[in-house]
């Protein structure tokens, strides 16, 4: 008989993370080394399947089940707070599903796709949940957590392959009829991108959006041959979309492609201590962390050595002694280090090495904050415990600690940063080339501005609305920044350009098209994902915009 959805209830409930239900007397053959377990009851409708997160750190537990040979989501659910598990009502029992597992724990993001089956027992009155993992972390090419394989036939919008965001979808063309569907749904909104890559050689694939119809075309990417095709689209939550990729001219190939989808909902920093709704990092031992043997700068302390007197981060209460700035190096000067923090943890980038993190006495591969990238900045010299405080006596620039060196931030989270110089352009100009690189970078990019009396302060820009057509060729192309060494008696934090050329653009008719998150100090509500004439940067007459910064995964 013909299964139905219908006979999946997808009723979810909630569990913490000690909640038993009626599980005690169920098995499971989970294998022991999983940081999550299923088990199943026999209940009214077929079964119940418990899905339990053993990790007691794991964090944004994101749990999807579906039934592939239908191509549908029985269940799509982001664990909150200490939420540990989930039901799920309705299962058929001697029915292969598949499942996805994806959390964050401390040191790193884990995602899981396997199948899972639910058969009754040796006794027959228990039931065990049978269960096989296909992949774990596998790709990182394109920067997903794991890999599936098309399965043909899917050559129609109603025989779609089932996606899921941030997995990494392996297929062929395999003759010059062969129309590949996909279909998509997202848990959250956010700005999606779509990015096909691997197209063979002698090959000119091309990539459709379509909306739940399957007919209404939404975005799509039609460059020359091989080119990869890509695209950004604002989706909203829980809501079906169909994705083709289609050969031009008939052109086909054994060799396989690769298509990822990614959405980003945005992690926001705060440089300073009104977070107003900033994403929080952890600041512990910050206020007493020192920076002893700095050359004095000119600056901002006018080579009286304040700088070097100064701690990395001051709270609202602070009191500075006469030989102190009136705030720390992360309060008055962290808006590079912020922004780069924000950028990479969209990307989920952690260090490339084991560091040892001072707040809290732990060894790992660290997630992104403002402190860890400041400390990439400047390639993560000893901290050690001494005078009373925290102290890095090794460095010695004449630079804050917080201005930054590009190439070295993204090459110690593993990736590379690239410059696109925006100072001789129009405003109509700047507003296509954002536009464009957000089309491949939506986890933001960071874009400086410089006011009319010379201060600069970078942001994420992290949406456009610009209508920019998908032909669109950029005339600035990036410039890739490179690793340099941190001397002592030179300021190379890639910021003292000339300001004789800079456009200013602010109260430009293009402001209101793009959306940003400003990592200011005492007004960061200004910059909480708000459109460029909102932010605290416009309001502090910060209008010409003058670069872009793009993060990559190693080239």
Same mark, same amino acid.
């Given at each position: ?8 209830? !997808? ?50 537990? @994101? ?22 598990? !989930? ?18 724990? *401390? ?70 009829? $062969? ?48 080119? &990869? ?55 512990? *031992?910050?206020? @007493? ?131 696109? &110089? ?39 820009? !992290? ?45 430009? !008719? ?7 998150? &400003? ?26 915009? $003058? ?9």
């Amino acid at each position: 008989m013909k299964k139905t959805l219908s006979l999946i209830a !997808a009723v979810l409930i909630m569990l913490p993370l000690m909640a038993t239900g009626s599980f005690e007397a169920s098995a499971t053959d989970a294998l022991p080394s999983l940081p999550f377990e299923f088990s199943a009851d026999h209940s009214l409708k077929g079964a119940t399947l418990r899905v339990a997160i053993r990790n007691p750190a794991a964090r944004n537990v @994101q749990i999807l089940i579906s039934l592939p040979e239908k191509r549908g989501v029985i269940i799509d659910v982001t664990l909150a707070g200490k939420q540990r598990a !989930a039901l799920v009502e309705g299962v058929e029992l001697n029915t292969s599903y598949q499942f996805f597992v994806r959390f964050e724990s *401390n040191l790193a993001t884990n995602s899981f796709i396997g199948h899972l089956t639910v058969v009754p027992d040796d006794t027959g009155k228990g039931l065990v949940v049978s269960i096989s993992v296909d992949s774990h972390n596998s790709s990182l090419e394109l920067n997903t957590l794991s890999v599936m394989n098309e399965v043909e036939p899917n050559n129609s919008w109603g025989q779609a392959n089932q996606l899921f965001d941030n997995i990494e979808m392996q297929g062929t063309i395999h003759i010059g009829t $062969d129309r590949d569907w996909y279909r998509v749904s997202f848990p959250q909104p956010g700005n999606v991108n779509f990015y096909l890559t691997g197209i063979p050689v002698g090959c000119d694939y091309d990539l459709y959006l379509y909306d739940t119809n399957g007919s209404t075309l939404l975005a799509w990417g039609e460059r020359a041959e091989n080119s &990869d095709e890509w695209f950004m689209y604002r989706v909203e939550a829980n809501k079906v979309y169909y994705v083709l990729i289609a050969p031009f001219q008939n052109s086909f190939s054994p060799q396989r492609y690769r298509f990822r989808t990614r959405n980003y909902t945005q992690t926001w920093f705060s440089q300073g201590f009104n977070e107003q709704g900033s994403q929080n990092w952890n600041r512990s *031992n910050l206020t @007493q962390l020192f920076f002893p043997n700095m050359v004095a700068c000119s600056e901002f302390c006018g080579g009286n050595f304040k700088c070097r007197h100064t701690p990395f981060f001051t709270t609202a209460g602070f009191a500075p002694q006469p030989n102190q700035l009136s705030s720390g190096h992360m309060n008055e000067w962290g808006c590079v280090v912020t922004s780069y923090a924000m950028i990479l943890r969209n990307l989920g980038a952690q260090t490339r090495a084991q560091q040892w993190d001072m707040r809290s006495d732990t060894t790992g591969s660290l997630m992104a904050d403002p402190f860890t990238v400041t400390m990439g900045n400047i390639n993560w010299p000893q901290t050690i415990f001494q005078n009373g405080r925290w102290e890095v006596p090794t460095y010695t620039s004449t630079s804050s600690p917080v201005l930054a060196r590009h190439g070295n931030i993204a090459d110690s989270f593993g990736r590379t940063a690239w410059r696109v &110089d925006l100072s001789l352009l129009t405003p109509l100009q700047k507003a296509e080339h954002i536009t464009h690189y957000l089309r491949r970078n939506p986890e933001g990019v960071l874009a400086t501005f410089v006011s009319i009396n010379g201060h600069r302060h970078t942001i994420v820009i !992290a949406g456009s609305s610009y209508p920019l057509s998908y032909s669109y060729v950029p005339t600035v192309n990036p410039e890739r920044q490179g690793i340099v060494a941190l001397f002592a008696s030179a300021d190379i934090k890639d910021e003292n350009l000339p300001v004789s050329n800079y456009l200013v653009t602010q109260g430009t !008719a293009f402001d209101s098209h793009f959306l940003c998150w &400003d990592p200011g100090t005492t007004q960061s509500s200004r910059g909480n994902g708000v459109p460029l004439n909102q932010t605290w940067s416009f309001a502090n007459n910060f209008g010409g915009l $003058d670069r872009l910064v793009t993060i990559r995964f190693v080239d």
